[in-house]
């Protein structure tokens, strides 16, 4: 079989990979309008749920990326100067650039065949292929070309973010809330290495347009980032990356595949980023996809189930990010709470988590927020 893969995100890599490293009788080849050593953002970060998965089907790359990573148990959350943490929420973190490079080699390793800075213009130019996997994200080509047949559409969450870096490392992923005399600042913070964290920044409409951001450079944005959250980077600068003001894309498509070409990753469908790494979604498409292709004699057979089995998990992720993405749309609302309660509401904020799992999961806190609201009954 021939396989063009359209991407060179982890979601594209991990699926060239694993093909061609259980059928090395392929021909995969994977095409990247970017150089190899090109990413934008800084960290990504993975759940602990996420990796067991991963470790489940492809224990070696587990034990490839597991010592380039950054581990933590707790949720730090920071308000009015108090803070809170959250305990047996654990993640790991891993810088981007790291993680594609850990993946290149090892599609590389496996006879995978990447070109790098190739711009594919028209799916014509893949005309042979058996199978083209699109990988290509948000501006996803191969879902351009068929957007009325894959059902595609877009909306846009109403806060701004800005994506950052910083030298100044935290020890845990750690959530900062600010009130300014003209709006309201959220960053969600985590250190991907030794020396470098994600900063990435947020705020409502309201305090966007009181700041006249949508008239500043990069670099004036930056300093009034810089200068709200003074005290949590304690000395330390931000770094940009392409750090432009963005609304959240709420990218779906009701179908997953037309004709050879097949969806995975961002050009798929988005979660917000509150609730976990699109990163995750993506390797987790390409396995399923994998699974769902090798479970079937014919191609279109098998993009059909990987819809049919795939698409009941994603929704139901995307709808848990969509509650989450609610409430961080209302933020200013909820930092009027007391501590205890402001994470309380936080950590139940995408329904997924009820008071008996967070006894569960969280016993320390729980104990703390009962106790102080004398609920220790409560079920």
């Known amino acids: 079989m021939r396989i063009a893969v359209l991407g060179g995100g982890p979601g594209g890599l991990y699926f060239a990979y694993l093909w061609k490293k259980r059928h090395p009788d392929a021909e995969v080849d994977l095409f990247e309008q970017n150089p190899a050593d090109a990413t934008w953002g800084f960290g990504v970060v993975f759940s602990e749920q ?5 470790r489940a089907d492809d224990p070696d790359t587990v034990d490839a990326i597991a010592p380039r990573m950054e581990s933590w148990r707790n949720i730090t959350l920071n308000l009015r100067g108090q803070s809170v943490e959250i305990d047996g929420v654990g993640f790991s973190a891993i810088g981007r650039l790291d993680l594609l490079r850990l993946l290149q080699a090892r599609a590389e390793s496996v006879g995978v065949a990447a070109r790098y800075g190739t711009q594919v213009q028209s799916l014509d130019q893949l005309a042979g292929y058996d199978l083209i996997v699109a990988a290509d994200g948000l501006n996803s080509l191969a879902r351009r070309t068929y957007e009325g ?4 559409s877009i909306s846009h969450s109403s806060n701004k973010f800005a ?5 100044k490392t935290f020890p845990t992923l750690s959530q900062t809330f600010v009130a300014t005399k003209r709006g309201f600042f959220n960053a ?6 030794p020396e470098m964290s994600t900063f990435l920044v947020e705020c409502d409409r309201a305090t966007w347009q009181a700041y006249g951001f949508a008239e500043m450079s990069i670099e004036d944005s930056k300093a009034i980032c810089e200068e709200v959250f003074a005290a949590t980077l304690d000395g330390h ?4 990356n392409r750090s432009v003001w963005r609304n959240f894309p709420w990218v779906w498509n009701e179908h997953w595949w037309h004709r050879n070409v097949v969806l995975i990753g961002d050009a798929l469908h988005t979660a917000h980023f ?5 990163t995750r979604l993506a390797i987790e498409d390409a396995i399923a996809l994998l699974k769902a292709l090798e479970a079937e004699r014919r191609i279109q057979d098998g993009l059909a189930r990987y819809q049919a089995e795939r698409q009941p998990i994603v929704k139901k992720l995307v709808t848990a990010a969509r509650t989450s993405a609610d409430w ?11 501590l205890l309660d402001f994470a309380y509401s936080y950590i139940t904020r995408s329904g997924r988590i009820d008071d008996a799992r967070l006894r569960a999961m969280s016993p320390q ?3 703390r927020y009962e106790g102080s609201r004398g609920k220790g009954g409560r079920s």
Do not use: N, Q
């Open 237 to 240: 600068p931000l770094v940009s």
């Open 365 to 367: 806190f729980m104990a």
């Open 328 to 338: 961080y749309e209302k933020f200013p609302e909820h930092m009027k709470l007391d």
């Open 274 to 278: 509150s609730i976990g790494s699109g």
């Open 149 to 152: 047949d894959f059902g595609f």
């Open 163 to 167: 994506w950052y870096g910083t030298s």
């Open 50 to 54: 996420a990796l067991e998965f991963l």
């Open 188 to 193: 969600h913070h985590y250190r991907y290495s």
